[in-house]
């Protein structure tokens, strides 16, 4: 998540950035020589005990001479799903998933009759998987000459994220049948940003606007601006959201969306509420000041002044929905009627910034990605460790082939599109008639790429 307290950060940095024995006397560790795995976790401890939520929970007396992974684990919370340490010089050292290394996620799952397939769920655009012809909706057959099963899926993703390239073989679903087989190339590479996608359906003389956000990045905010100044401009009466496959990024982004989304609100009403440690405290942000530590955001006036005026508001949403997306879920919740349709989210209740070396040079360059806030919306609501649950539990797998994002016969759009036009949905739409066995992008893999910056 965006670092919503550089400033007070930075002078927190400037202090303790020659420090490698911070919250500790001489006689109670010893000094250990610049350079080396134990001088290194001397600092891990430090900044921990300083930021770190569980703080008070770390052990009192840890083994320094553990490798510096192994240490940094020897130091979280049972309850942490989510901190991790990486080595800048050393890119085997960061976390890797299927998605951010070839650009895609799949899903296995089991049919009605006990079949069990593997579902491309997700294709990012400008990625190696769809310069390699990969399409959401195809059937893998194979990873690398394996037949994928359910007992042998976590080792093959596993295996997919230590490779730089994978052969698959392929196929489309038709009837209850894969067809038109064939092998594909996927080399690990680099992922473009990730366009906004926008539909408008109109039926009876009613508009909705579909918005599909892939995450949360700096700067994002023109992009929005843009989408809803279309939006509003069409005169929409009603707005879909999906957030179905976005991990978060920055807060401030996300207060940006709700800022034009939310009626009733100025610059100065409360956004979001961080609570951290015993040094950290308890910091309550407003719209205004929260989209402001984005350096390159419009200002919440710019935003809001294209406010569709709603007092509803539909969410896609999945266990792929983490972090800044279920902020936007939570915090709108004050404000207006938020229907969420989908799946449970990943439940990543928490905030959190980078923390670093920022000696010159640099001693250290083992760079630490904690949990260091919880965060609660206005009317001080959060805790959704289990995720947050949709009003309508949609299983995006019960009708396949899937179709493309903003399809209006896509499972979860076309249970939405039909609540809004026909007034049906009321309930599961068409039960749960599948069972997902394995997804690349679980929570174990999910993390892996959240931005804790």
């Not at 553990?66 to 990486?86: A, E, G, N």
């Not at 997804?439 to 790429?449: N, R, T």
Request: contains cysteine; glycine residues 8%; neutral net charge.
């Amino acid at each position: 998540m965006k670092d919503f307290f550089k400033i007070q950060f930075l002078l927190i940095m400037l202090m303790s950035a020659f420090m490698v024995s911070c919250n500790r006397t001489d006689d109670e560790t010893p000094d250990f020589p610049e350079g080396t795995t134990e001088y290194t976790n001397l600092w891990i401890q430090d900044s921990m005990r300083r930021y770190y939520y569980w703080a008070e929970q770390m052990p009192a007396k840890p083994d320094y001479h553990l490798p510096v992974k192994d240490f940094f684990k020897s130091l979280l919370s049972p309850q942490d799903r989510f901190s991790f340490i990486v080595n800048t010089t050393d890119p085997d050292t960061y976390p890797k998933s299927v998605r951010n290394l070839f650009g895609f996620d799949y899903a296995i799952i089991q049919l009605q009759g006990g079949e069990v397939i593997t579902v491309i769920k997700l294709i990012l655009k400008n990625s190696p998987a769809s310069n390699s012809g990969l399409e959401r909706g195809m059937i893998i057959k194979k990873i690398n000459g394996q037949v994928i099963t359910a007992s042998n899926a976590q080792q093959l993703a596993e295996s997919i994220s230590a490779k730089t390239v994978i052969d698959l073989s392929v196929g489309n679903w038709q009837n209850g049948a894969i067809i038109n087989e064939k092998n594909v190339t996927v080399y690990y590479g680099y992922s473009q940003e990730q366009p906004l996608i926008s539909k408008i359906f109109e039926q009876n003389g009613k508009k909705t606007g579909y918005l599909y956000i892939y995450d949360f990045p700096d700067g994002i905010t023109s992009a929005l601006n843009q989408k809803f100044d279309e939006f509003k401009s069409t005169g929409i009466q009603e707005l879909i959201l999906d957030l179905r496959y976005n991990y978060g990024g920055s807060v401030s982004s996300a207060a940006a969306l709700c800022a034009m989304i939310a009626p009733g609100i100025s610059a100065n009403s409360q956004f979001i509420i961080y609570k951290g440690n015993k040094n950290g405290g308890e910091v309550k942000r407003t719209f205004s000041q929260q989209i402001a530590y984005d350096p390159g955001a419009l200002s919440f006036n710019a935003l809001h002044a294209h406010s569709l005026g709603l007092y509803k508001v539909y969410i896609l949403t999945s266990k792929s929905t983490a972090s800044a997306a279920e902020i936007v879920i939570n915090n709108l919740k004050p404000y207006m009627e938020v229907i969420q349709v989908g799946d449970e989210t990943l439940g990543k209740d928490m905030a959190g910034f980078s923390i670093e070396d920022k000696r010159q040079p640099k001693k250290i360059t083992w760079q630490i990605h904690p949990v260091i806030y919880k965060v609660f919306n206005a009317n001080g609501e959060g805790g959704y460790v289990n995720g947050i649950s949709p009003q309508f539990t949609v299983n995006e797998f019960n009708n396949l082939p899937l179709l493309p994002l903003g399809d209006p016969n896509e499972t979860l759009l076309s249970h939405v599109l039909s609540k809004i036009y026909s007034k049906k949905g009321d309930t599961d739409f068409d039960g749960n008639k599948v069972k997902v066995l394995f997804q690349s992008d679980s929570p174990a893999a999910a993390f892996s790429g959240l931005n804790f910056k």
